[in-house]
């Protein structure tokens, strides 16, 4: 288990933007992949978006890649989210995770069951 650490969830105006950031405090962040999933009340998480452990390799939930962008700062061992054109069906609780499978080290994950580790949750709520 790695201890996450979830900042700048909150609350926007549709269109508006947000950065998420996770604090991995574990110099083992560099060979984990990271991703951020989203949990609607009731619902299962839903993958988000997710980063392999170099940055090269990143990809996003249906629909999103035109409007997220994961990164990675291994100098500050984070992975932000940058959520823009915010939208009210994108409010849900955030999360990041942390997975040290070998595959998705290397190529990127989006499946919950291959993150061994994930953090506390931030709130998002877009409003109209």
């Known amino acids: 288990q790695v201890q996450l650490e979830e900042s700048g969830g909150g609350s926007v105006q549709a269109g508006g933007s947000l950065r998420l950031s996770c604090t991995v405090a574990?110099?083992?962040?560099?060979?984990?992949?990271m991703a951020w999933f989203r949990q609607f009340p009731g619902k299962e998480r839903e993958f988000v978006g997710g980063?392999?452990?170099?940055?090269?390799?990143?990809s996003y939930g249906d629909s999103l890649s035109d409007r997220f962008i994961i990164s990675r700062d291994h100098a500050d061992n984070t992975v932000a989210l940058e959520m823009n054109s915010l939208k009210p069906e994108d409010t849900a609780v955030y999360f990041c995770a942390a997975s040290s499978d070998y595959y998705c080290r290397r190529f990127g994950c989006q499946a919950t069951t291959f993150f061994h580790s994930w953090g506390q949750g931030t709130q998002v709520t877009v409003f109209s």
């Open positions: 980063i392999n452990w170099n940055g090269t390799n990143a």
């Open positions: 574990e110099p083992t962040f560099t060979t984990y992949a």
